[in-house]
């Protein structure tokens, strides 16, 4: 228990943690109070760390420390909290009312007090508190309003200490990292295979990632930004690993040998197959996908059912009921819409007419075609990388990117024609990242190219696939925020832009 006249950090339990029988809470309790620790230590917080049968006391000053701790799964709430003798009454009050006098003046107010734990020994009542305080602050304050305050003044009474709360914070909730066991989380880097691995995540389970390359350099960067906000911003108590495969020699194969209605069956198919092999090796006792029903044609009922005998894993599937506004909202509290909106969905595998209501026999007489050792060479050489101590911009790709602009060069903006209107590199063109997929065969080859977008991941695939056709094409370093940074150096964009 921490002295008194001290700021802690103190956390509450997630209920499902209080539930459980005595051996099993052990065990939880202890997961979760290594997995605290861990992410202190990732945010470089020193502070001891105590526990009582509800609560988690972090011993520290550091305002980091509340920012990274309401990130670990298993706490259901956590308010930084300042710790005071709680024997008598008056003394008590006169202490809650200075602490409190600045926060509700002027707001609707309520006080709430929580005796937790051992009541026999606390002394005080938690309704004469709240009276006593409710009466001394509510000259300051507009009204009590204990439905829907705009302040709280929160106090926690433990065995001889009060702890009065500031705002109280959301934790994850849900089960500590790591108490549920391993599985491989297949990941595009789009909004639903993030949002998948999150959830799964929160109920526990370990993950690594599996990533099937089909873009390139520009793709596994974008990729890797996704992951590393998965392990560095939810992965306390674990150190992921992500498993990049080169993937296009099994589509090309896939391409050559198949029907087109099947590809992206079959290709769905090789990837869980390519799952299951790293599971076995890492030991992992599931596979986790971003799948929705009806999202696409390869989710349907029965195309899934079909994907899903390709391996003896069970396949978790979170988001199956989801809408994809649903899963846009959770990506973005999670920290990944942003990256996940720039990462292409890099795909040459789309049919005209793709099957929706594939049958087994069909599509496993299809993939007998396919020569079993190109998808074993692509798993046996992939490319490993360790998350949390990974530098995802030190693996830029140099060669084709620049941090000036020439003045002959022919500037192309990616993003769209809103945010070009807001502000462009001057002369720029605007032009649709979809469009320019397509477009960008047809450019003058007399012409230098430099290419942008928001965070330099549509623009440095495009860089790539011109310098692949022989155009003199490259990508600004940094996408935006570096540009507009080049840009005010020159005056040629507002000082304020992007503040």
């Known amino acids: 228990m921490p002295d008194p006249d001290r700021t802690v950090v103190l956390l509450r339990f997630s209920g499902e943690i209080a539930t459980k029988a005595k051996p099993t809470r052990a065990r939880f309790e202890a997961r979760l109070l290594r997995n605290v620790r861990d992410a202190l230590r990732a945010a470089g917080v020193s502070a001891p760390v105590s526990r009582t049968r509800n609560r988690v006391f972090v011993d520290t000053r550091d305002a980091r420390a509340a920012d990274v701790l309401s990130r670990v799964f298993g706490v259901q709430s956590l308010a930084v909290a300042t710790v005071h003798p709680a024997e008598k009454l008056d003394e008590l009050v006169r202490t809650a009312y200075e602490h409190f006098k600045a926060a509700v003046a002027g707001k609707r107010f309520a006080v709430r007090v929580r005796r937790v734990g051992d009541r026999a020994k606390i002394h005080l009542e938690s309704r004469a508190i709240e009276r006593a305080l409710g009466t001394a602050l509510l000259p300051l304050a507009a009204r009590v309003d204990l439905d829907d305050p705009e302040c709280i003044a929160a106090i926690e009474l433990h065995e001889g200490h009060a702890y009065l709360c500031a705002a109280e914070r959301r934790g994850p909730a849900g089960l500590p990292l790591g108490i549920e066991g391993g599985a491989i989380a297949l990941l595009s880097g789009g909004f639903d295979s993030a949002v998948a691995a999150w959830q799964l995540l929160r109920r526990g389970v370990r993950l690594d990632y599996l990533f099937c390359n089909l873009g390139g350099r520009a793709h596994e960067l974008g990729v890797l930004r996704v992951a590393k906000v998965l392990a560095e911003r939810w992965s306390y108590g674990d150190f992921p690993h992500l498993h990049a495969i080169e993937f296009e020699a ?110 087994a026999s069909i599509v496993e007489a299809e993939e007998a075609q396919l020569d079993p050792e190109i998808l074993e060479h692509a798993v046996a050489t992939r490319t490993v990388f360790d ?31 809103a945010a070009f209107a807001a502000w462009h590199w001057p002369g720029a063109l605007q032009l649709d990242f979809d469009r320019a997929l397509v477009a960008y065969r047809s450019f003058a080859r007399d012409q230098r190219y430099v290419l942008y977008c928001e965070f330099g991941l549509k623009s440095v695939h495009l860089a790539e696939l011109l310098r692949r056709g022989g155009f003199d094409a490259s990508n600004f370093r940094g996408g935006l925020r570096a540009l507009v940074a080049y840009a005010r150096e020159r005056r040629l964009a507002p000082p304020d832009l992007l503040e």
Request: hydrophobic share 45%; charged share 25%.
């Open 387 to 417: 998350l949390r101590m990974l530098d995802v911009e030190a693996r830029g790709i140099p060669e084709l990117e620049v941090d000036t602009i020439a003045s002959d060069a022919t500037v192309i903006d990616l993003r769209s024609r």
């Open 250 to 359: 099994v589509a090309a194969e896939i391409r050559a040998k198949t029907k087109s209605r099947y590809w992206q069956l079959i290709l769905k198919r090789q990837m869980l197959r390519a799952a299951e092999v790293v599971a076995a090796q890492r030991r992992a006792e599931a596979l986790v996908t971003g799948d929705a029903v009806g999202q696409v044609s390869s989710q349907t009922l029965s195309n899934l059912a079909v994907i899903s005998r390709a391996t003896e894993l069970p396949i978790l599937r979170p988001l199956v009921g989801a809408n994809k506004d649903e899963i846009i909202r959770l990506a973005e509290q999670i920290g990944t819409a942003a990256l996940s909106a720039v990462v292409a969905e890099y795909c040459s595998m789309v049919a005209t007419r793709p099957a929706t209501r594939s049958r």
